[in-house]
């Protein structure tokens, strides 16, 4: 069975440093895709960033990226030039073929002006 | 604007009632889904339905039950709360095609059973 683990209950970052968030993941499949999502307290989940893994190149969405290490099953999101909008709850999730969505249990972030 | 909704977003009720959470989307997806998440825990996946008339059990175990009578809307229900089903309920929504079934979540609903 699949399993996501995030190592990193809590991380905190100065507000314009840049913070990597860990997620590694455990399958024996070889097609799939990974994501992040952001859930704000009291907030909306929503997608922060996604990654097929079939694909070599790296995802990037403005100030998110991901360093994607297939070989090694490492999933880590790293936010440059943070803002205090970021502070959030931080999910690693893994989609396998079966379309169900495995959760990591979480990383809080909180940003400090 | 094409979304996902939820209602309602608090849900305060006594033991023994029943109670339906409500998920719409206008989005036009075929696939929806229900998670059950506890404050600062991990998500987990409790039903999901395919398309109309389709509804499966998801991996975590619930005493809850779906419906799928049309495309934009799956209800879930709870036929006598107890406060063991005090939580956050999550509904999302996604496209058919594998390549590009991106879950998208609702606001949630946090319902408190005393």
């Known amino acids: 069975a699949q399993t996501v683990t995030q190592s990193q209950p809590e991380m905190s970052v100065q507000e314009a440093e840049t913070v990597t968030l860990s997620c590694t993941y455990d399958?024996?499949?070889?097609?799939?895709?990974l994501f992040w999502y952001k859930q704000p307290p009291s907030r909306q989940m929503i997608l922060v960033i996604r990654?097929?893994?079939?694909?070599?190149q790296n995802a990037t969405e403005n100030r998110f990226s991901v360093n994607f290490q297939k070989a090694a099953k490492s999933f880590s999101l790293k936010i440059s030039d943070s803002q205090l909008g970021d502070a959030a709850m931080y999910f690693c999730?893994?989609?396998?073929?079966?379309?169900?969505?495995?959760f990591g249990t979480g990383t809080r972030l909180q940003v400090f002006p | 604007e094409a979304d996902i909704y939820q209602t309602p977003r608090y849900l305060v009720i006594g033991t023994g009632k029943k109670i339906t959470l409500e998920c719409s989307q206008t989005?036009?997806?075929?696939?929806m889904y229900w998670y059950q998440q506890d404050p600062g825990m991990e998500l987990h996946l409790i039903h999901y339905?395919?398309?109309?008339?389709?509804?499966e059990k998801g991996d975590l175990s619930s005493e809850s039950t779906v419906s799928r009578i049309r495309t934009e809307h799956f209800p879930l229900t709870l036929e006598s709360a107890r406060p063991s089903h005090t939580s956050q309920y999550l509904c999302?929504?996604?496209?058919?095609?594998?390549?590009?079934?991106?879950?998208?979540f609702g606001p949630g609903t946090r319902l408190t059973v005393l």
């Open positions: 999302a929504s996604s496209e058919s095609h594998w390549h590009t079934d991106t879950q998208y």
């Open positions: 399958t024996s499949e070889s097609d799939y895709y």
């Open positions: 990654q097929e893994a079939y694909k070599q």
């Open positions: 999730a893994y989609r396998s073929a079966s379309d169900k969505l495995i």
């Open positions: 989005m036009g997806h075929d696939k």
């Open positions: 339905s395919y398309g109309v008339n389709s509804t």
